[in-house]
């Protein structure tokens, strides 16, 4: 980043040094000087700007200009033919024309160009989206303070690149700097789980300068970022993945992720689990799975802190994850508990 700021600042100076000595237009070496530095802050800027706009934008405007002064040059073709009374009526009209149909062409070239489908032209255009659409695979911030993507990485079930935006630290880096130390401690959890993933050897980690100014929120910027790339966003966070679905963007879910790995239990499977605490209802009571999926058992209620044996009798899918719901049997919890208890005997006396 530095370097690209000093090449720029290079590059006004020596404007500047050319326009002092060469002195265009018979200018004042200081005025020729001051005026050059202006143009050249203006280009800077120009450049700065474009970085932000798509490829497809960008060919888009090309052609665009180029048709626009195609037909600025027939449209003056035809005026000068017609227009033979004024000598300075037609240099006026060319020049118009010009800078109408190129301004023109410009816009709606630019606003046009991402129906372009740059994949059908082959060559380094189809090969370049088909591989960052294929590798690439941008973090939010959601899905790196929450840590289980760094297992997921180690893993190897994700390959390609790991993008991670350059405005994605900078929110990092705001959390981490909190004055709230419950948001402190997450940024802070979110900057060392960066550091884990950059230490894989396996994995290519890639931080990208891309920003969009005009965007404020950092989802959206995602989002943007997703179309400019044609990649997938990794994330947890469940508004970020519906508006993505909205705006084309695929999107991998961590916690779909975990929902799906979670075991598959049907209605009248029999199941072990510990009752940590009571239900809501007077007879429940509530155990957890190792994945933390939630067990509500009726007539459980007076075994709590033990461990037994129940009938599931249905699933719940939630947006949150997945909800058991079982029944104790006492007949079954009996011959349960009573090698349950010849166990932790033998146990014990070893």
Known sequence: MFDLILIRVLFVLSLGLCAWFLQPFQLDPKVASAVTVAFGCVVVAFEVRLKEVSLKRLIGAAIGSLLGILGAFLISFVLRQAITDSTTTIPFIQVATLLLMGYVGLIVGANKGDLLNLSALGGVFGEAKSQKGSSFKILDTSVIIDGRIADVLETGFLDGVMVIPQFVLRELQQVADSSDSLKRNRGRRGLDILQRVQKMPNLDIKIVEDDFAQVKEVDLKLIELAKMYDCKIVTNDFNLNKVAQLHGVQVLNINE??????????????????????????????????????????????????????????????????????????????????????????????
Not at 261 to 268: C, E, T
Not at 297 to 314: C, E, G, L, P, Q
């Open 257 to 350: 992720l975990a929902n799906s790995m979670r075991p598959v239990v049907l209605p009248g499977e029999i199941m072990r689990v510990f009752i940590l605490k009571e239900g809501k209802e007077s007879s429940q009571g509530v155990a957890y799975l190792d994945d933390g999926t939630m067990v509500v058992v009726d007539n459980a209620r007076r075994m709590i802190s033990k461990t037994i044996d129940i009938a599931v009798t249905s699933v719940l899918q939630t947006t949150a994850g997945k909800m058991i719901f079982g029944r104790f049997d006492d007949r079954t919890h009996a011959v349960h508990d009573a090698k349950g208890s010849g166990k932790e005997a033998l146990s014990a006396g070893a």
